[in-house]
């Protein structure tokens, strides 16, 4: 059964401190999306890449958010440093676009984090 | 600026009730658009999905949506909600191919049993 992965589920840590998040996506998809859900905001898009270029990264806050894809089978979201104000739950979503396939993002768990 | 609007963030229903949520955007080239379910405490999951054709489409466990063009709307629908549906919905568009998903701000729905 194919699924985005996102560790870590769960992650409370200090203000100041550095964060990353990490996603496998499904294997064979060439889209990777970050999101970002707040109560006040709800689903924002915080950058996108395909086949592993980032497309469009505007959505992030630049000075202190960071998006990669080292390599196909994983994206990192790393926040330096933390600020109470980015906690948030963040998802992962992949998806395969181009010819003869249509853009389908498919989610992860997400990850849940709280900076106190 | 592209965007994706969703008129209720609240509704109440009671088993058996139908419903209707609104959506519209704002983009008058070609578009993508999908709903999305939010069960508490879990990830976004993929009810129906309109690219083209016949503009009703139907997905998942009895939902339907209606795309209409003129309106800019693609308004999701279920005859008959179910204690089950408590959950959120979004509505999300892909603008002119741009493979960029911008999602609606979500409707809680809740079912009274």
């Known amino acids: 059964d194919a699924r985005v992965t996102q560790t870590p589920r769960h992650k409370v840590t200090e203000m100041g401190q550095e964060v990353t998040m990490r996603c496998q996506p499904i294997?064979?998809?060439?889209?990777v999306f970050w999101y970002r859900q707040t109560m006040m905001q709800g689903l924002e898009l915080l950058a996108y890449?395909?086949?592993?270029?980032?497309?469009?990264d505007s959505g992030m806050p630049k000075d202190r958010f960071s998006a990669e894809m080292p390599d196909a089978t994983l994206a990192t979201l790393k926040i330096q440093p933390s600020e109470p104000r980015d906690s948030a739950v963040y998802f992962c979503?992949?998806?395969?676009?181009?010819?003869?396939?249509?853009?389908?993002?498919?989610f992860g768990q997400g990850t849940r984090l709280t900076v106190v | 600026a592209q965007s994706v609007s969703q008129h209720n963030h609240h509704v109440i229903l009671s088993e058996a009730a139908s419903l209707e949520l609104g959506c519209n955007y704002s983009?008058?080239?070609?578009?993508?658009l999908f709903w999305y379910v939010q069960y508490p405490g879990q990830h976004l999951q993929l009810l129906l999905k309109?690219?083209?054709?016949?503009?009703l489409v139907k997905g998942i466990k009895g939902f339907e949506a209606e795309f209409i063009k003129s309106k800019f709307s693609f308004n999701l629908r279920k005859p008959s909600v179910q204690w089950s549906d408590t959950a959120e919905y979004f509505c999300?568009?892909?603008?002119?191919?741009?493979?960029?998903?911008?999602f609606g701000s979500g409707t809680r729905l809740l079912v009274r049993p």
């Open positions: 309109y690219f083209s054709g016949d503009p």
């Open positions: 294997l064979g998809h060439n889209t």
């Open positions: 979503a992949s998806g395969l676009v181009g010819q003869g396939s249509n853009t389908e993002a498919f």
């Open positions: 890449f395909r086949n592993r270029a980032p497309l469009d």
């Open positions: 983009y008058g080239g070609t578009v993508n």
């Open positions: 999300a568009a892909e603008m002119d191919s741009s493979y960029k998903l911008i």
